[in-house]
């Protein structure tokens, strides 16, 4: 009992509680004095279930009714979503509900049980019309939510990656219709040839392929995707916004997940990843190195090691703007963007890995509104394709072409397309179009479409040159078979964006 108010302070008040269904009557012969609540069904129900009447009685000492208080029911501890409340007219339910008593004392409201199962506490606060600016009295009583019948299963991980031969752990827990786990629990079992299933170890047996990991229940089924992937290791740039990984700017990792790392912190004197994801990690042609560009103004190219150590590549930059770099095979070279942002031009230049020997190699005299773009060197170095706006005059309209270094020959590849990237073998070309990944061999033969629509057109080659590596769009990353078109997206690569395949 909580008596407050020195007029009502000084009444012989108590506090009760009674449930009709299932609870014993007052021991009293007459009313009772105090606050009475009850509910008409009882505290405890599955979820969702329909509401139910609740009365509060406010009686004085003598037990006679006391009209016109003002009772205030509101959730106010406990698990939030287990109940909630409403007038007897209304049937959009809040967490909290007023009204006033009536002539027998008594004030109605309905108790609606959410979606959530657990226990919350719901608390009365009675205010009389002779002391409204305190609660008289109060009293709380404990609402309990059930689960509900098994409606459906969760399986987790819902879409992951594994290397042949590897195994991974899944659990599959039988829900209600609101998601509210149950006690039981359901079978996990191959829904495609290329796995085994032991309990809640999946084992991959088969090579790169797309594989079908099912639950049973009774009659609930449901299942999830498993990618088995080629062998690898990729580098990223993370684009998320929860912690820790927020605080870095790169993530290398394996191609089945394992082996994350996070390097490059963000921010300090570079203030590296301030800007947007367009860093372009490419590996060095070593492996244990990157080059990316970034600044917070004009960009420049930078190369880091594998432990975060990052520096600039050049001692200064060779244009106002460096960046879209690529190193060649041997290392010899850095081919890359070198623009100028106020006459609206980008042209390809290169230099040496110390930043000498600096020179614009797109040919012909400079333009405004010129733009060379996403140079990508051919594996013997002699060739280097970029896309441009020199055939259409257009930035929005840019053609692939192959330049011969040595000797300033362009040769046009006949289509349309931005962020070209050689394979190791030479024998074709990566590039995007329409939101789409496509390959044409260097002397503009055999055009082929590789992917499906949705996709960033900067994709990178596994060393073996079987497999591109590429951002879709979410952000997420998918491998995608050259030869067959066969996708094995990376379900667990959200928010990691521009990958590159590790040489």
């Known amino acids: 009992?909580?008596?407050?108010?020195?007029?009502?302070?000084?009444?012989?008040?108590?506090?009760?509680?009674?449930?009709?269904?299932?609870?014993?009557?007052?021991?009293?012969?007459?009313?009772?004095?105090?606050?009475?609540?009850?509910a008409e069904r009882g505290w405890t129900d599955t979820i969702l279930g329909e509401p139910a009447g609740i009365v509060a009685e406010v009686r004085d000492h003598s037990g006679a009714p006391i009209r016109g208080a003002t009772v205030a029911l509101r959730y106010a501890a406990?698990?939030?979503?287990?109940?909630?409340?409403?007038?007897?007219?209304?049937?959009?339910?809040?967490?909290?509900?007023?009204?006033?008593?009536?002539?027998?004392?008594?004030?109605?409201?309905?108790?609606?049980?959410?979606?959530?199962?657990?226990?919350?506490?719901?608390?009365?606060?009675?205010?009389?019309?002779?002391?409204?600016?305190?609660?008289?009295?109060?009293?709380?009583?404990?609402?309990?939510?059930?689960?509900?019948?098994p409606a459906k299963l969760i399986i987790t991980p819902s879409d992951t990656a594994l290397y042949q031969g590897n195994n991974g752990g899944f659990t599959a827990i039988v829900t209600d219709r609101t998601g509210n786990h149950g006690p039981e629990r359901a079978q996990l079992e191959a829904g495609t040839p290329g796995i085994a299933v032991s309990g809640s170890t999946v084992q991959a047996t088969t090579g790169p392929s797309r594989q079908v990991v099912r639950a049973r229940f009774n009659t609930l089924v449901d299942s999830v995707w498993l990618s088995i992937v080629p062998r690898g290791a990729i580098v990223v740039r993370y684009m998320g916004l929860t912690e820790p990984d927020y605080s870095y700017v790169f993530v290398t990792l394996q191609l089945d997940g394992s082996d994350y790392h996070r390097l490059l912190r963000?921010?300090?004197?570079?203030?590296?990843?301030?800007?947007?994801?367009?860093?372009?990690?490419?590996?060095?042609?070593?492996?244990?190195?990157?080059?990316?560009?970034?600044?917070?103004?004009?960009?420049?190219?930078?190369?880091?090691?594998?432990?975060?150590?990052?520096?600039?590549?050049f001692s200064a930059r060779v244009t106002e703007d460096d960046v879209w770099q690529q190193e060649t095979r041997d290392g010899s070279w850095v081919y890359f963007d070198g623009?100028?942002?106020?006459?609206?031009?980008?042209?390809?230049?290169?230099?040496?890995?110390?930043?000498?020997?600096?020179?614009?190699?797109?040919?012909?005299?400079?333009?405004?509104?010129?733009?060379?773009?996403?140079?990508?060197?051919?594996?013997?170095?002699?060739?280097v394709v970029y896309a441009t706006d020199r055939e259409t005059g257009d930035?929005?309209?840019?053609?692939?072409?192959?330049?011969?270094?040595?000797?300033?020959?362009?040769?046009?590849?006949?289509?349309?397309?931005?962020?070209?990237?050689?394979?190791?073998?030479?024998d074709w070309i990566a590039f995007g179009q329409a939101d789409s990944l496509f390959v044409i061999?260097?002397?503009?033969?055999?055009?082929?479409?590789?992917?499906?629509?949705?996709?960033?057109?900067?994709?990178?080659?596994?060393?073996?040159?079987?497999?591109?590596?590429?951002?879709r769009?979410?952000?997420?990353?998918?491998?995608?078979?050259?030869?067959?078109g066969l996708t094995l997206p990376l379900g667990f690569t959200g928010y990691l964006t521009t990958p590159a395949w590790r040489p």
């Open 78 to 149: 406990g698990t939030e979503g287990v109940f909630f409340l409403s007038s007897v007219t209304d049937l959009q339910p809040f967490w909290r509900v007023v009204d006033t008593t009536d002539a027998s004392g008594r004030s109605e409201a309905r108790l609606w049980h959410g979606g959530v199962a657990g226990e919350a506490w719901l608390r009365v606060d009675v205010m009389l019309a002779t002391e409204p600016s305190s609660v008289t009295f109060t009293d709380s009583v404990a609402v309990r939510t059930t689960p509900g019948q």
């Open 266 to 313: 963000r921010g300090g004197p570079s203030y590296f990843g301030s800007n947007d994801k367009f860093m372009s990690p490419q590996w060095g042609h070593t492996g244990d190195y990157l080059l990316f560009f970034d600044g917070s103004g004009n960009k420049e190219l930078y190369r880091t090691t594998l432990d975060g150590v990052a520096s600039p590549l």
């Open 395 to 426: 930035i929005f309209n840019l053609r692939l072409q192959v330049l011969e270094v040595e000797t300033g020959v362009i040769r046009s590849l006949g289509v349309a397309g931005t962020g070209p990237r050689w394979s190791p073998s030479g």
């Open 1 to 38: 009992m909580v008596l407050r108010g020195s007029g009502v302070g000084r009444r012989l008040l108590t506090v009760g509680t009674l449930v009709m269904w299932g609870c014993d009557s007052p021991t009293a012969s007459g009313p009772r004095p105090g606050l009475i609540v009850r």
């Open 473 to 484: 769009f979410g952000p997420f990353v998918d491998l995608i078979e050259v030869e067959t």
């Open 441 to 471: 061999r260097p002397d503009g033969t055999g055009l082929r479409r590789v992917s499906g629509y949705g996709y960033e057109p900067w994709a990178s080659w596994s060393p073996d040159g079987r497999w591109l590596v590429a951002e």
């Open 339 to 383: 623009a100028t942002p106020g006459a609206y031009r980008t042209y390809i230049y290169r230099a040496r890995p110390d930043g000498s020997e600096a020179t614009r190699i797109s040919p012909g005299l400079e333009k405004f509104y010129q733009n060379d773009l996403y140079p990508s060197p051919s594996p013997d170095g002699r060739y």
